[in-house]
């Protein structure tokens, strides 16, 4: 079974304090992915990785960073926690799927990391 | 307007009943879709691929209207353990690549 693994389940943070938010897959999945969750706004996409080194912005990349140095670990961050930034974040990995290649759609997530910040 | 939309729900279904729900979409050059299942606190999992003749797994069927550019999903005979939250998932090629979208979801809670 693909194993999709954050460092935190739960954080409190204060306001103005750097985040690091881990994630490792140990399926060698080329794609891995950072989402936050919030009720009535549903999963929304941070930052993707394709490769190593690869990051490419999703829907709502400012106040976030990311970092893929080697393929199984994915981290967030962020640079300045804020209050607006108090959510459920999600990591997910799967697959690359080329053009023309059926695609599973299939992501294997992480169990979430909930960051309050004071 | 949203990429993808939902009715959030919450549908109250007595156990054995039929429970039925959309989700539409705006872009029309969307490729896949897919329903996901998220039990409270949680993570989601794949429930099943959308495919465009409809298809069936046990007692889930799902459904692909192109032309409404909606899709849905039937859940039969539901059991307790049905009670979840269902998210919708389109998928599309854009510059960066292949990009899923979900919808808000859809909570179920079946009663006794």
């Known amino acids: 079974d693909v194993k999709v693994t954050q460092s935190s389940r739960y954080l409190v943070k204060r306001t103005g304090e750097k985040v690091f938010l881990e994630c490792v897959q140990d399926m060698d999945h080329e794609n891995m992915f950072w989402y936050r969750q919030d009720p009535g706004l549903g999963l929304r996409l941070i930052y993707f990785s394709y490769d190593v080194k690869m990051k490419e912005k999703g829907d709502i990349p400012e106040g976030y960073s990311v970092s893929r140095e080697k393929k199984e670990r994915f981290s967030l961050i962020l640079e300045s926690a804020s209050t607006n930034q108090t959510s459920m974040y999600l990591c997910?990995?799967?697959?690359?799927?080329?053009?023309?290649?059926?695609?599973?759609?299939?992501?294997?997530f992480g169990e979430g990391s909930r960051l309050t910040v004071l | 307007r949203k990429e993808v939309e939902q009715d959030p729900g919450p549908f109250n279904v007595p156990e054995g009943a039929t429970v039925a729900f959309n989700c539409t979409y705006s872009?029309?050059?969307?490729?896949?879709f897919f329903w996901y299942r998220q039990d409270c606190r949680k993570e989601p999992k794949l429930l099943m691929s959308v495919y465009s003749s409809g298809n069936e797994d046990g007692r889930f069927t799902a459904q692909l209207n192109r032309a409404s550019q909606y899709i849905s999903l039937l859940i039969r005979d539901s059991k307790l353990s049905d009670s979840a939250t269902y998210l919708c998932v389109v998928s599309e090629w854009g510059a960066a690549g292949n990009k899923l979208t979900f919808g808000g979801g859809t909570r179920v809670l079946v009663k006794p």
């Open positions: 997910a990995s799967r697959l690359s799927t080329l053009r023309g290649q059926g695609d599973t759609g299939e992501l294997f």
């Open positions: 872009n029309s050059a969307s490729q896949s």
